[in-house]
């Protein structure tokens, strides 16, 4: 059974960078469109970016131009996260795209001064 471990989130000041990291047992990313989740307080759980097997990549519109998503087609998919703002505060997730596997624990993203 693939399990999803997101890592790297912390407490950042607004305008700070963070970098997170999602692996997968059993390495599930060839031929899967993978994507980047995060749900605030409250809020639903949106995609905020995905990347393709071919590294194509496409962003959330409140997100674009500050966060780029990579993989290392091994078994590790990236979020940089730049210029964060307070309203980036929220638990972030990796799954499929659309989501097929169970969520994860997700790592939780502070933005605060």
């Known amino acids: 059974q693939v399990k999803l471990v997101e890592s790297g989130g912390h407490l950042v000041h607004p305008g700070g960078s963070l970098r997170l990291s999602c692996t997968a047992s059993?390495?599930?990313?060839?031929?899967?469109?993978m994507g980047w989740y995060r749900q605030a307080p409250g809020a639903q759980r949106n995609m905020v970016a995905r990347?393709?097997?071919?590294?194509?990549t496409q962003y959330a519109d409140y997100v674009k131009g500050r966060f780029t998503v990579s993989t290392d087609d091994a078994d590790t998919m990236y979020l940089e996260m730049n210029s964060l703002e307070p309203e980036d505060t929220a638990v972030y997730y990796c799954?499929?795209?659309?989501?097929?596997?169970?969520w994860g624990q997700g790592t939780q993203v502070t933005v605060s001064s």
């Open positions: 059993g390495g599930i990313w060839s031929g899967y469109f």
């Open positions: 799954n499929t795209v659309p989501a097929l596997y169970e």
């Open positions: 990347i393709t097997p071919t590294h194509k």
